[in-house]
């Protein structure tokens, strides 16, 4: 009865673990693996590559601070979300659960795209700023036009536009004083809300946090999607637990005067402990496979920065000229690591987890 | 008695409480409106009415991109995928608990242990090396038929691109999460029921078939409620499993539509909602279920 499951989860976990092994200690170079150009074992050459290679050290950087977001993010947030609702500090507790819940059932893919659409340079926060920008540099031309009395006195006009628009002055005239009063005096001087209108399209200052192709700043928003998509399954998960605590025992205490705190910190956070721990393990195995969301989102770019371990394994495997050892290999560093992680969060549980 | 849950002199507390619900609320359902709202317009006018109601509403951009997404083929393998995966994760999971938690061998705790293994892996790590498998277990046997000179080359598939691949591996991914949860119910289900039918001569097949399924349907329930979403929004494996159009799930349909179409808003917006729209009916009509299910499934150590 168990043979065929069994069958199949050697075939879908185990013998492609070992596979992994064995290629990623070996020059395999694609093509037939058994009859075709010849391939052997050669030690642990491609992990000593992996470990010179500066990529591998980003997106293991990129990966850490995914599972930093979602154990020290998701978890306190979902957990803090949850203990509202169970205390009832605010009504309609289902209401709250229901929407909070919705982005896990939306495609990683959707969500993704949805939010690179957001965050894009063109997009409406980018287009929502702008216009912001564009009405207040509006204002300040029509106070100079109004203060210098229009094109009556172009020097003063331009001077002073020049002084309104540092950001943008330099980008669009390469002599400023010269170039601007020119195309100032284009202009019919009865023409001037044409010209202030133009002024503004040209010279007001634009939104430019273009946050999924700046290097420094392109992580932010996947950590941000991750959380917004992952809070609402650890606010049902901690709820449906809280749920379970024997409502005398906080009844009890209350009645001994404990403080919210001490309810929230001496009750339900113990008893929670050994769930708070699992749903560790499921974050962070979660956030080792966070592949999908990347890929819709950015790709890894820009230039790679935000490949994540898993992203970057794809690369090296199936863009351009694969490069199957590597891939194997990180496919084994990315199995370690996760691993490692549910290792040490089983240490920290038992260590420091309540009592039941 | 309906507790007192907060002392008064609390109220700044409560506000704050409202205000963080009310703002995490409102980031999580205004993009998926604003989202659903820019599907009606057209690219044009997306690009000069980014934040307000469509002025021109108009089908054209979900006819277009159903069309070049040819979704309705999509929809269709997705839905074939998820169900028939559901299907088959739910049966052997039922099957092997069964096994597990009422027969008693010496196995059993080996395997057991391997397959618990599994619900630590991430199957999307172990992509390229699956990746390798199916496809050299394809050329491996096409190679052997072929020199018998049965098949031309490059005719014979049975994992790589192939729907029976998709679903095996589906299935695959599931069994460590969905085996443990039903050995552990199964577990509850008293021993003597059994016994007794094995007194009355029921082997276990029999057993199985007509006193473990009928028991189990609360967890077959629970397995499938907390399966579909994941196994209908799956990308990562289905994409390097399946290169052929007309075997693509929805999710890989859409995500074509984040290459060259992107600065196609308007089909693009289209194409997002027909990606989410499934789901989010399925959660509205299932919410209690799925509520349910995602606790308890996270409940278990």
Redesign the interface.
Known sequence: ??L???L??L???????V??IV?SLSNYGGG????GAPWRITGFQQYLRLFTDPYFWNALKNNIYIVLISVFGQLPLGFI?AY?IY????KFGEF???????????????V???????FSP???IA??ANHYYADAYSAKISGIFQATGGLADPDALTGRIIKASPSTINTVFSDPSVDLKDFLLSYEPGDTATLQRDLVNLLAPRWNADFLSRNNVAMIPICFVTL?MW???YL??F???MQKIE?SI??AA?IDGAS?TQIMGRIVLPSLS??I???A??CI??S??G??LI??MTGGGPARVTQV??IY??DK??MGAPD?PL??A??IM??LF??LL?ALMFAFERRFGGKE | MQQKPIRPGTVLGKAAAYIVMGVFAFMTVYPLVWLFLNSFKTTTEFRTNMMGLPIDWTLDNYISSWRIGAFDKLIGNSILYTLGSTIGITFFSLLTGFAFAKIKSKATGFIYGSFIIGILLTIQSLMVPLFLEVTSIDRGIGNILQSLGLIGPGEFRLFHNTRFGVLIIYIGSALPVGIYMCTEYIRGIPGAIIEAAQIDGAGYFRIFRSIIVGMSKPIAMTLSILNIPLLWNEFALINILVSETNLKSLPLGIYKFSGGLSSDYGKQFAALVIGMLPMLLFYIAFRRQITAGVSMGALKE
């Open positions: 009865m168990v065929p499951s069994f199949i989860y075939f879908v976990f185990g013998f492609p673990i596979l992994a290629l037939k693996m058994f009859g979300f509202l205390r009832k500090t605010v709250w659960q229901g929407v909070l819940y919705v982005p896990a059932m939306i495609s990683t893919i959707v993704g795209i949805l939010w690179s659409i957001i063109y997009g409406p287009d929502t917004w809070v609402g399954t049902l998960i709820l449906a637990n409502r906080i009844e209350q919210e050994k769930v721990a699992n749903s393990i499921l195995s979660g080792l496979s592949f999908a890929l819709a371990l898993s394994m794809y495997a199936f199957y891939a194997n990180i496919a990315i199995v996760s691993l549910v």
